[in-house]
């Protein structure tokens, strides 16, 4: 005898599981407030580098000059001298000395010159004459020298100018991709280490409270452990792409950088490197969470596999200064590492198209061998509870 | 029909189960008892492809259980578990979608069984909040979301107050009145006496006994009597033919009769004494005809062991 049939109820696909599982995921953790507080934090940090860098760029000054009874040529020497000086000249004119003095004294102007073509030339400052008085002091002398020689009839040619020839053009550009790649590296880093961790307490959290003997009943355990690394992957792009779309849109609502293309190329390449480096370290740590019951002891399984994690890291580093070095190419094609270095070497221009593809192949083949191992040991581990399971055991278990 | 067909399990050198075999046909309650490691979990486990049987399978309707017949299994495992951080209701439509519901069905049976466990009131806290006791009925709402066509429940009463197994006894009749069979474990063999039809005592790895508790009673050798004369004198029935006193405290009186002794002529000779108050067969409960079953066995082994 067979019950009652249920018309609403149908048998689950594989897939149908999986999209349940990750629904689950999502919708657990997006309400939880360590991965919303984690978030805001990230956001406010990367928020935070560009107020920084827009600070550091508006370094470029101007100094207030107001002139009584100048000439044409005075002007025109005091800004050549602030062209030297790198920085922006303004000059205004005031018709008697008691208001220079009063514009000097209300911080109009950042000093005040009287009487430039007179024989004692006096500039009135606030206090110190800084750079006020290097320039205005140039452009004095340099006019009383013109103005000698002209007395003395020395006809003077224009001054020989110099060609400047860039011997690499694109080396300040290929500096500000490697920084812009360096900031997104380590945001891919912050991401890998938060959406890993998840997966590895999502594992632990199934198995201390013996949930996952449910759950198995219902499905295989490659099926589980999909959802979940499916499922908090998606959360973890969303999440890469809201900072991407925040840091571009920022660089470039403030002008921090000279080229958005090689920007938001940059950007597009981390990301993709982060889908690649996430489906490397989630089922790594997937896997190893496996191993262990108790939250507890997740730091001594995790311990181990986020070494690699952090070295890439403090790889990523050196790439950026040195992108063409021996340390840079190597780590760039070492599977786990090469998510953190290689985006930085693509954005400094010293990845050769081949050593890309290269780097793709080999991290995708390393990703299809740990989730084939992974995917084994977390069969073997999960329904192990007390205790640390070795691995061992794990790899030759299937379900005891 | 839920057949568990010669099952045989080894953890390493240690033999769990030797050959359980039992049925459960539908609308069956079937109590299975046994002492500690038995094999009881193991045997459940295997039902539910959370362990590999060595030999042996676990047919439903004839075919054998694989992952679709498990999705319309209700299953409550002995170490409980559920999301802890998860809300009641929530979690119930979840593992209702697992099994096979679609959303809409799985959010009203959700409501449903909350109710009718009377969790109505404790949908939207997340499980940690629960005591124990709600926790654990929750834990069989979870079992019963989906409308299982079979129940297997892994020690359900455990830990519930009397008001808690007379509810979760309920349910699990209503079940049985719906055509499910169910197959629960207990050490609470009064329980298992009250409510089940069918029993079967697992030691050894072995089902030493099994049936409805009537076949059970009447499968064992040794009835007794008993026999409350207050006016008889001491070692009244001692002379009468065929009958062993086991017991005897003022008048109060225990006998065994052996076979083809009348056991009305006992009832003559106890009215020749005065007066009876009491005279009736004593029906053995289910905790001797388990103490008997599993010391049988005992002993079994113990000569098998002698013999290798």
Redo the contacts between chains.
């Keep these: 005898?067979?019950?009652?049939a249920?018309p609403?109820?149908?048998?689950?696909t594989p897939t149908q599981?999986v999209r349940?599982v990750a629904g689950?995921e999502i919708s657990?953790r997006i309400r939880d407030k360590g991965f919303l507080i984690g978030s805001a934090v990230l956001i406010a940090l990367i928020l935070g580098m560009l107020v920084f860098q827009v600070a550091i760029a508006s370094g470029t000054d101007t100094t207030r000059i107001g002139v009584v009874g100048g000439s044409p040529a005075l002007g025109e020497a005091l800004e050549a001298q602030g062209d030297a000086l790198d920085t922006e000249v303004t000059v205004t004119g005031y018709d008697d000395e008691a208001s220079a003095r009063s514009a000097v004294e209300d911080g109009d102007v950042d000093g005040a010159l009287l009487s430039p073509s007179g024989a004692q030339p006096e500039l009135l400052v606030e206090s110190g004459g800084g750079q006020t008085e290097t320039l205005v002091q140039g452009a004095v002398q340099g006019l009383s020298i013109s103005e000698q020689l002209a007395r003395a009839g020395v006809q003077l040619d224009a001054p020989t100018t110099v060609d400047v020839v860039a011997l690499d053009p694109d080396a300040d550009a290929d500096l500000e991709a490697a920084v812009v790649a360096l900031v997104a590296v380590f945001v891919l880093y912050t991401l890998l280490f938060l959406f890993g961790q998840f997966v590895a307490q999502g594992v632990v959290?199934?198995k201390s409270?013996?949930?996952?003997?449910?759950?198995?009943?219902?499905?295989?355990p490659w099926q589980l452990l999909a959802g979940k690394i499916l499922g908090l992957g998606l959360l973890g792009l969303v999440q890469m792409l809201v900072i991407a779309v925040i840091g571009v849109v920022g660089a470039l609502a403030f002008d921090v950088v000279d080229l958005p293309g090689r920007l938001i190329g940059t950007v597009l390449s981390v990301v993709a490197w982060f889908v690649l480096g996430y489906a490397f370290y989630a089922s790594v740590f997937g896997a190893a969470a496996s191993l262990v019951s108790r939250q507890e002891d997740l730091g001594s399984v995790l311990g181990p596999v986020s070494i690699l994690l952090v070295v890439g890291f403090f790889f990523a580093v050196p790439s950026a200064q040195d992108p063409t070095g021996t340390l840079a190419t190597v780590a760039s094609f070492v599977p786990g590492v090469s998510p953190l270095v290689m985006p930085v070497r693509m954005a400094a221009g010293a990845a050769q198209w081949w050593e890309v593809v290269a780097a793709v192949v080999l991290m995708l083949v390393a990703i299809s061998v740990i989730i084939r191992i992974g995917g084994r040991i977390y069969a073997g581990a999960l329904?192990r509870?007390g205790g640390r399971t070795k691995l061992r055991d794990a790899l030759t278990a299937?379900?005891? | 029909m839920l057949e568990f067909d010669g099952l045989r399990k080894a953890y390493e050198t240690n033999q769990v189960l030797q050959g359980v075999s039992f049925r459960v046909a539908p609308g069956q309650m079937f109590g299975f008892c046994g002492s500690n490691g038995a094999g009881k979990t193991t045997t459940m486990r295997i039902a539910m492809g959370l362990a590999r049987a060595d030999a042996g399978e676990v047919r439903w309707n004839g075919d054998p259980v694989d992952e679709a017949v498990r999705r319309r299994i209700g299953y409550m495992p002995e170490e409980r578990g559920l999301y802890p951080k998860m809300k009641v209701g929530e979690q119930l439509a979840y593992f209702a979608r697992l099994h096979g519901l679609d959303a809409a069905a799985a959010k009203r049976s959700a409501e449903l069984w909350a109710e009718r466990l009377g969790l109505a009131e404790r949908r939207g806290d997340k499980l940690e909040k629960l005591s124990l006791g709600n926790q654990q009925r929750v834990q069989l709402a979870a079992a019963l979301v989906s409308e299982p066509d079979v129940l297997i429940l892994d020690e359900p009463f455990s830990g519930l107050d009397p008001v808690g197994v007379d509810s979760l006894a309920e349910a699990l009749l209503e079940q049985c009145r719906r055509g499910v069979p169910v197959v629960f474990s207990s050490h609470q063999l009064d329980l298992v006496e009250r409510l089940c039809d069918a029993v079967g005592i697992l030691a050894r790895g072995r089902i030493v006994a099994s049936g409805t508790v009537t076949e059970l009673r009447s499968a064992a050798v040794d009835r007794q009597l008993r026999v409350v004369v207050p006016d008889a004198p001491t070692g009244w029935a001692a002379g009468l033919p065929g009958v062993r006193v086991v017991s005897e405290q003022r008048g109060d009186t225990v006998l065994e009769l052996g076979p083809g002794t009348d056991d009305q002529q006992v009832l003559a000779a106890a009215l020749a004494t005065g007066r009876v108050t009491h005279f009736a067969w004593r029906e053995p409960t289910l905790v001797e005809l388990f103490r008997d079953a599993v010391t049988d066995t005992r002993s079994a082994t113990g000569t098998q062991e002698v013999a290798a």
């Design positions: 005898m067979t019950a009652p249920r609403d109820v149908t048998p689950r599981l349940l689950r657990t959290e199934e409270s013996r949930v996952v003997e449910l759950l198995l009943a219902t499905m295989k329904l509870t299937e379900r005891a």
